[in-house]
């Protein structure tokens, strides 16, 4: 069930940073509390092939989202400790060395649960409680709630570029009122919502 337009979960969960540290983290608090944006980002399993190409894009993105107030967050339902030892595994070894954003270890699944984004068709039923996250990516804004959401079956690794366009989007929305239209990138016209704006527009696009 979509969750789009609606208050993200106010749900707290192990999280780990670079030096290892483990602590608590409620991504609707931290959202709210420290009146940034969030990107959350889901992905399946440490170790594995995809998720290692998504983790290093977001972290070349990282300073990116920063100048747009916007924290980045990975998530899966691995444990503190895999996911220590992937950010101990160098790069050209497939690890994830270098990463700087927290990392949610999500290993009771209770988030993920609760945000439905399970794939219980991914192991038998003898391995009930290994269920893998999909590619699951939620943006939050400064009142916690959440104005993107998308899901990537597990081949299919996500474009970061495209979430950087959609915090600007929404940061236009939020500053001047204005509606994005098809394929609207920062610095482009935008448009209001009527009709007369809108006839406007196609008109000269």
Known sequence: ???????????????????????????????????KKVVLFW?????????????????E???????????VIGASCDTAEVHFAWLNTAKDNGGIEGVRFPLIADSTRVL????????????DEES???NVPYRATYLIDEDGTVFHESINHMPLGRNVAEFIRLVDAYAHVQTHGEVCPANWEEGKEAMKANRIST???????
Do not use: W
């Not at 992905?43 to 972290?59: G, L, M, N, R, S």
């Open 1 to 35: 069930m979509s969750i789009v337009g609606q208050k993200f979960p106010s749900l707290s969960v192990n999280a780990i940073d670079e030096l290892g540290d483990t602590f608590k983290i409620n991504v609707f608090e931290k959202a709210v509390n420290e009146k």
């Open 128 to 130: 009930e409680g290994d």
């Open 199 to 205: 006839a406007e527009y196609l008109s000269k696009n």
């Open 43 to 59: 992905y399946p399993k440490d170790f594995t092939f995809v998720c290692p190409t998504e983790i290093h894009a977001f972290q």
């Open 61 to 71: 993105a990282a300073a990116e989202f920063a100048k747009r107030n916007t924290i």
């Open 112 to 123: 993920a649960e609760e945000l439905g984004i399970l794939d219980y068709d991914q192991f």
